[in-house]
């Protein structure tokens, strides 16, 4: 029973926050938009949850019946080891296209492992073995695409879209503060005010 | 320019002009219809995303040297085949395996191909044991000129393999001229095969 309630408080709390925050009544000089704001700040937790549920890794694809897996290689030095993991998590893997080289179980990925490795061990440093998938496999198997034209858009589209939105919330904001500024600081006078004192019978 | 006319407008409250309030509204519409262009361009973005396969992936290798390779031949292991040995003629690299599904489903397009006789097909056995494959090729028909076996998969990575099939076709000088991610159909084949190697043989 105990558990019971312990389990069910936190939706309870949650529900019983919503309705209340419906059945408020709003004073009538209240600054609208409060409301939804607080409806954001609800729901947070809901959106949250829902983005770390959809960005969990899928499982892997599984290739039917499949090709001969990557053979296991002798054990490799602790610090050859560390490289690599580092350099893997900077390759995608082509097959499971979300993942790095590092945490991909596909039979390619194994491969590509191998490759690297196999390059890293005849000298080759990680530039040139970056480069040497990249000359197979193109661009997209760098985690990091490269900075070039046709990547601005992807490199510095983000900051873009954050420098123009804000852009337009400053330039919203301005003119609605024009606006009643504006309104403000239209007062009557002397002439106008004696006529409205005239017409009030004031 | 007209925003800034119509603000001042409402702004100053002056007496607005004809011409002023129309184009007030205009600007006012447009206000208006503006987050529906944006909508709608989003929706065409997305609308295009859902028929773009992200697995076609464009090969770095066209108009690149075919990468060199010199692999035992599948049903003559003892002898071996390399890219230079094909130096001279336009042919076809299929990329295949018994252990693939697709491969199964363009088979009989490329058994159709052979029986044509333009262009030899060299098949590149992928990661597959040689007798599975010979087996396979047994039972299906064997489309091949020749099939070369790449059993540990590390050819297919210089040729930027990453799944079967996949399909290549070198001119003459041995240049990657196109290649085919997935099974190939007679419609790819009509299109887009057949007509390329009838231009890559016409011009030695």
Redesign the interface.
């Known amino acids: 029973m105990t558990a019971m309630t312990t389990m069910t408080a936190p939706f309870k709390k949650t529900n019983s926050l919503l309705g209340a925050e419906f059945e408020v009544k709003m004073p009538e000089n209240a600054r609208p938009g409060l409301s939804s704001i607080w409806r954001l700040v609800l729901l947070a937790p809901v959106l949250v949850g829902l983005l770390v549920l959809l960005g969990r890794p899928l499982p892997a694809m599984a290739?039917?019946?499949?090709?001969?897996p990557?053979?296991p290689m002798a054990p490799m030095s602790p610090a050859l080891e560390a490289r690599l993991k580092q350099l893997e998590k900077e390759l995608r893997c082509?097959?499971c296209?979300n993942q790095t080289l590092a945490e991909s179980p596909s039979?390619?990925a194994g491969?590509?492992r191998r490759?690297v490795r196999l390059l890293a061990e005849s000298g080759k440093s990680d530039e040139e073995i970056k480069a040497h998938l990249?000359?197979?496999?193109?661009d997209?198997v760098l985690y990091r695409p490269p900075l070039e034209l046709k990547t601005y858009l992807l490199w510095f589209g983000p900051f873009a879209l954050l420098l123009g939105g804000g852009g337009l919330l400053w330039w919203l904001g301005r003119?609605r503060r024009?606006?009643s500024a504006?309104a403000r600081a239209?007062t009557l006078s002397t002439d106008e005010a004696k006529r409205v004192r005239d017409l009030l019978g004031g | 320019m007209d925003e800034k006319k119509s603000?001042e407008a409402?702004?100053?409250?002056k007496p607005a002009t004809a011409a002023a309030a129309s184009t007030g509204v205009w600007v006012r519409a447009w206000r208006y219809f503006l987050p529906l262009i944006i909508f709608f361009g989003l929706v065409w973005f997305l609308w295009r995303g859902l028929s773009l396969n992200?697995?076609d992936?464009?090969?770095?290798?066209i108009n690149k040297p075919v990468p060199e390779f010199s692999l035992p031949q599948l049903q003559q292991p003892d002898k071996t085949l390399s890219a230079a040995d094909m130096k001279g003629q336009v042919w076809l690299l299929n990329v295949w395996?018994s252990?693939?599904?697709s491969c199964r489903y363009e088979h009989p397009v490329l058994n159709e191909l052979a029986q044509l006789q333009i262009v030899p097909i060299i098949g590149l056995s992928?990661?597959?044991?040689p007798e599975d494959a010979r087996a396979w090729l047994a039972k299906y028909g064997d489309p091949y000129k020749l099939s070369v076996s790449d059993?540990?998969?590390?050819v297919?990575?210089?040729?930027?393999v990453?799944?079967?099939p996949e399909t290549f076709v070198i001119d003459q000088a041995g240049t990657i001229r196109y290649k085919h991610t997935g099974p190939l159909d007679a419609v790819a084949m009509r299109d887009t095969l057949l007509p390329l190697i009838r231009d890559l043989k016409k011009t030695p």
Not at chain 1, 134 to 138: C, F, L, M, Q
Not at chain 2, 126 to 129: G, H, L, V, Y
Request: contains cysteine; proline residues 8%; charged residues 20%.
């Open positions: 290739e039917p019946s499949g090709p001969a990557t053979p082509l097959v296209q039979g390619l491969d590509l490759e990249r000359a197979r496999y193109g997209f003119s024009r606006l504006g239209q | 603000i409402v702004e100053g409250s992200p697995r992936l464009p090969s770095v290798l395996g252990w693939c599904v992928w990661k597959d044991k059993i540990d998969g590390r297919a990575i210089n040729f930027g990453y799944g079967a």
